[in-house]
């Protein structure tokens, strides 16, 4: 079977991953996606493998093309891009690419990165859904909505995770299965023992700290009734209650990124507690790992009810994950609901780390269970085999 993952932006280099994986089954599988890529906030395929460090370096299963919501525009590259599609038995797509897939006449298997499902298929573009647009932008995202609307009923599966089982039921898609995530153990593992002592104990003396806590999503709370809303006001909140109810001496580090960003920051100093939050640029994947294996504590989030890829990241590196898991769910994930730490509310987690941040053999116990989980159900292989099986499915339809 000849098949290829097209994700525009490449999101979170899951696609790269998963071809790369697959490839290693014996899977003839290659990956389109934008030439802009990372400006348009994707990743580019080094950012998981450092060998390959400008288009150049990039196998012969990389192809890059412009594919921006602009190609619409353009009847001669959006023709281009279609006979491409042609080229293989089935398409694996994200984002809008499902639209091209579904003009080429080709089977296709949705694969849900989230905000696609939740906001692209709902308002026509993913972001602020607040954001201002003007006459144009607002044409063209009614264009990518609908379209992406009809494409998607035609998909052979849509994989997605439980909490957008009602969105996807309301846009009347069919053959709903559960995104299988796909962990890269090559990049997030548990460190050596003595190693992750001594890095923890380094990183603890320059931050000044005696407990460390990792907060990677991205920031996106003020709007309750979105899919993607987070919650992260509810760490900052219990954190800051934490601290003056133990007087820990604490650190919590969070990315600059989500579109509440300067909200955070604003919450985090009226709650006075400025000194103990850090703030660091994204970070690419190798040193999301470091971090992940630092930390005392890696939180997630509060609201969705299912899977991060923070989450995923962080339980294959060993360390417990604060995340809420909707127990609704547990029949839909593929191995049950994980060994995280659940947490909803502020609560929920200000207990939580009180509870965590004194029994370092509970978090060692938890980022154990975690790290197995992980293995047993979202290791490279496993994935593999479970995809392997779902092309299989599609292509006999």
């Known amino acids: 079977m000849k098949i290829l993952f097209f994700d525009p932006y490449n999101i979170q280099n899951?696609?790269?991953?998963?071809?790369?994986?697959?490839?290693?089954?014996?899977?003839?599988?290659?990956?389109?996606?934008?030439?802009?890529?990372?400006?348009?906030?994707?990743?580019?395929?080094?950012?998981?493998?450092?060998?390959?460090?400008?288009?150049?370096?990039?196998?012969?299963?990389?192809h890059q093309k412009v594919i921006s919501s602009s190609i619409l525009k353009?009847?001669?590259?959006?023709?281009?891009?279609?006979?491409?599609?042609?080229?293989?038995?089935?398409?694996?797509?994200?984002?809008?690419?499902?639209?091209?897939?579904?003009?080429?006449?080709?089977?296709?298997?949705?694969?849900?990165?989230?905000?696609?499902?939740d906001q692209l298929a709902t308002q026509g573009w993913s972001g602020d859904p607040k954001r201002y647009l003007n006459y144009k932008r607002r044409l063209l995202s009614f264009f990518i909505k609908h379209s992406l609307r009809a494409a998607l009923k035609k998909a052979s599966f849509v994989l997605i995770l439980p909490h957008q089982i009602e969105t996807a039921k309301r846009l009347g898609l069919k053959r709903l299965r559960c995104y299988q995530h796909i962990m890269d153990t090559t990049i997030f593992k548990p460190m050596e023992g003595l190693e992750r002592k001594r890095e923890k104990e380094r990183i603890k003396k320059d931050l000044d700290c005696s407990l460390l806590i990792f907060h990677p999503t991205r920031q996106c709370w003020k709007d309750k009734d979105i899919?993607?809303?987070?919650?992260?006001?509810?760490?900052?909140?219990?954190?800051?209650?934490?601290?003056?109810?133990?007087?820990?001496?604490?650190?919590?580090?969070?990315?600059?990124?989500?579109?509440?960003?300067?909200?955070?920051?604003?919450?985090?100093?009226?709650?006075?507690?400025?000194?103990?939050?850090?703030?660091?640029a994204p970070m690419e994947r190798f040193k999301l790992g470091f971090y992940y294996n630092v930390a005392d504590i890696v939180a997630d989030q509060f609201n969705v009810g299912a899977f991060g890829i923070a989450t995923v990241e962080s339980m294959a590196c060993g360390t417990p994950v604060f995340a809420y898991f909707n127990p609704e769910y547990k029949d839909f994930f593929y191995g049950g609901l994980p060994p995280v730490v659940n947490t909803k509310t502020e609560d929920d987690i200000f207990l939580k780390l009180c509870e965590l941040a004194t029994d370092e053999k509970l978090r060692v116990r938890i980022g154990k269970d975690s790290y197995d989980w992980i293995i047993k159900y979202t290791d490279w292989e496993v994935a593999c085999n479970r995809y392997i099986e779902l092309f299989k499915e599609a292509l006999s339809k």
Do not use: H, Q
């Open 14 to 62: 899951i696609p790269y991953c998963l071809v790369s994986f697959l490839r290693k089954k014996g899977i003839d599988a290659e990956l389109l996606f934008d030439v802009n890529a990372e400006i348009k906030g994707g990743d580019l395929p080094n950012a998981n493998d450092p060998l390959l460090r400008s288009k150049a370096d990039y196998s012969f299963w990389i």
């Open 227 to 280: 899919k993607d809303c987070k919650d992260n006001d509810k760490l900052f909140k219990a954190f800051a209650r934490f601290l003056v109810s133990t007087k820990t001496n604490a650190k919590l580090i969070a990315i600059e990124k989500g579109w509440d960003l300067e909200e955070s920051k604003r919450l985090v100093e009226g709650l006075g507690i400025g000194e103990n939050v850090i703030w660091m």
């Open 74 to 117: 353009n009847p001669f590259s959006l023709i281009e891009i279609i006979n491409f599609l042609k080229g293989y038995e089935l398409i694996v797509c994200s984002g809008f690419a499902p639209i091209f897939a579904y003009w080429a006449k080709k089977p296709f298997i949705f694969l849900s990165y989230g905000s696609d499902l």
